[in-house]
């Protein structure tokens, strides 16, 4: 990668897909302080994005005018307020996006079918297709949950480091919805190991008594993201969990390729 903004070309459109480079390099930078947890300093930045310091300070300084990054009394550099608006529409999107698929699933299946996303500590639902039957599920769009007690929460949460997931259990606390639901750090990750094994998450009885939801998480999402289905437990049974499992997964695939094309 050059040392500068200088290029073979104008240098304003050197991009390394064809596109605006300062706009490719400003987005990089966002997305590395999303991965630094919303807050770096200008010498993390030139570590991991290999840009030089000047070169940074440029597209920093022109973030925290357009409102996109806010510079901290500590001089380190922290997401911006602007990015929540954005944040909230792509979510909305996202679900809009979600929906055929979601459809789909409940077609194949005959249960409501979710779609769920991990925002800082919670879990929250941004998209629904409803069952057919009489007696079905209903998860309103928008509503938020935490992540101990849910089968979307368990998908989210299975490629978190133990240590990632204890610090979020002792920030939200583990409280019981049902006497179902999993109350102790030790025992939601030896659920999330589970998760691993299998392939797919389960909330048996654990959110709400009578009903069962599995789960899978949307394979390399732009955002943590999950789809599940839910149903009376005398419906989703351990002989259905089996037909309905490999049909979550290969719709969590096609949705994945989906939003992929789409970028």
């Not at 679900?95 to 879990?123: C, F, I, K, S």
């Not at 309103?140 to 978190?160: D, F, I, Y």
């Amino acid at each position: 990668m050059p040392s500068s903004d200088a290029s073979t070309s104008d240098p304003k459109t050197a991009g390394s897909s064809g596109g605006v480079q300062s706009l490719e390099r400003a987005f990089d930078l966002l997305e590395r302080m999303a991965d630094a947890g919303g807050e770096v300093g200008l010498s993390e930045l030139s570590t991991t994005s290999g840009l030089p310091l000047p070169t940074i300070h440029r597209l920093m300084r022109t973030l925290v005018v357009c409102g996109y990054v806010r510079q901290q009394p500590n001089r380190r550099y922290a997401l911006g307020p602007r990015l929540i608006r954005l944040g909230e529409s792509a979510s909305r999107l996202l679900g809009t996006w979600a929906r055929p698929y979601l459809q789909h699933l409940v077609e194949e299946t005959g249960e409501t079918a979710n779609m769920a996303l991990l925002d800082g500590d919670e879990v929250v639902y941004v998209a629904q297709a409803p069952s057919k039957h009489s007696m079905r599920m209903f998860t309103e769009v928008g509503r938020r949950v935490l992540p101990h007690s849910t089968g979307v929460g368990k998908a989210l949460l299975a490629t978190a480091s133990p240590e990632e997931v204890r610090a979020l259990l002792a920030r939200t606390g583990m409280p019981a919805v049902t006497e179902k639901t999993i109350t102790t750090p030790d025992g939601f990750l030896e659920a999330l190991e589970q998760v691993r094994r299998t392939g797919y998450a389960i909330d048996d009885n654990e959110q709400e008594i009578g009903v069962r939801c599995l789960a899978v998480a949307v394979p390399d999402s732009p955002t943590a993201a999950a789809i599940s289905i839910s149903g009376p437990a005398g419906r989703v049974t351990e002989e259905a969990t089996e037909r309905i499992v490999p049909i979550l997964q290969q719709t969590a695939k096609e949705l994945s390729e989906a939003l992929a094309a789409g970028g």
